[in-house]
């Protein structure tokens, strides 16, 4: 079956610091990748979708300028936090999109800014 | 705009049988599709629905009514590992069939 990855599963940062998220298709070619993020018993909520060789397409009220998306291969987007604040803190994770239109989701990324 | 709404918990013992209700208010409706997921974990795909009627999988079958904006998620011969929660997402329509998540059900399975 279709495999997403996600790197690092876990991450501490210092406040003000960047961090970045790596998401790779392992098996498939992932045209399309979406991010979303998951606050602690909520929903999924939809971030941005990622196009490779195109600039994302972030949803209303996500501010593109902190969440920096790169989808420079067919296999990889990375997500960037940038100057991360503690209410950054959350679960972000990654789904891919293989030819026959399903979503593949990756094992999640938890970030705490301290 | 749009809004999925489906219970916030659900309680059941093990054998039962459960359904877990999603009503659903979008435009661009492709199909619904519903998840599972365990505390700290990602969610994985159970089922979905792009046409009305029921779809089988195993113990978990899901419905769909487009012309009522309502689906469902039975689950059957509950066991203890069921005990996670469960999100119906509705895929819209366009180029990235975009997934769009209701608030999810927690659902606890009681010996």
């Known amino acids: 079956g279709a495999v997403v990855s996600q790197h690092p599963s876990r991450v501490i940062c210092k406040s003000g610091t960047s961090v970045k998220i790596e998401c790779r298709s392992l098996d498939f070619q992932a045209t399309t990748m979406f991010w979303y993020r998951q606050f602690p018993k909520q929903s999924l909520m939809l971030m941005a979708t990622?196009?490779?060789?195109?600039?994302?397409?972030?949803e209303q009220g996500v501010e593109k300028d902190k969440f920096l998306i790169n989808h420079a291969s067919l296999t990889l987007s990375t997500l960037t936090v940038t100057s991360a604040h503690p209410e950054d803190s959350s679960f972000y994770i990654c789904?891919?999109?293989?030819?026959?239109?399903?979503?593949?989701f990756g094992p999640g990324t938890r970030l705490t800014v301290t | 705009g749009q809004s999925l709404e489906q219970p916030s918990e659900v309680t059941a013992v093990e054998g039962a049988i459960v359904q877990i209700n999603c009503t659903y208010q979008?435009?661009?409706?492709?199909?619904l599709s519903w998840y599972q997921q365990h505390d700290g974990g990602a969610p994985t795909f159970l089922s979905y629905n792009a046409l009305d009627g029921l779809e089988e999988t195993g113990r978990f079958s899901s419905f769909l009514s487009r012309s009522d904006s309502y689906g469902y998620l039975l689950l059957q011969e509950l066991q203890m590992k069921d005990s996670a929660s469960y999100f119906c997402?509705?895929?819209?329509?366009?180029?990235?069939?975009?997934?769009?998540f209701g608030a999810g059900t927690r659902l606890a399975v009681h010996p």
């Open positions: 990622s196009n490779e060789g195109s600039k994302a397409t972030y």
């Open positions: 979008t435009s661009g409706f492709y199909g």
């Open positions: 997402a509705v895929k819209k329509s366009g180029g990235y069939n975009k997934l769009i």
């Open positions: 789904s891919a999109k293989d030819q026959a239109y399903e979503q593949y």
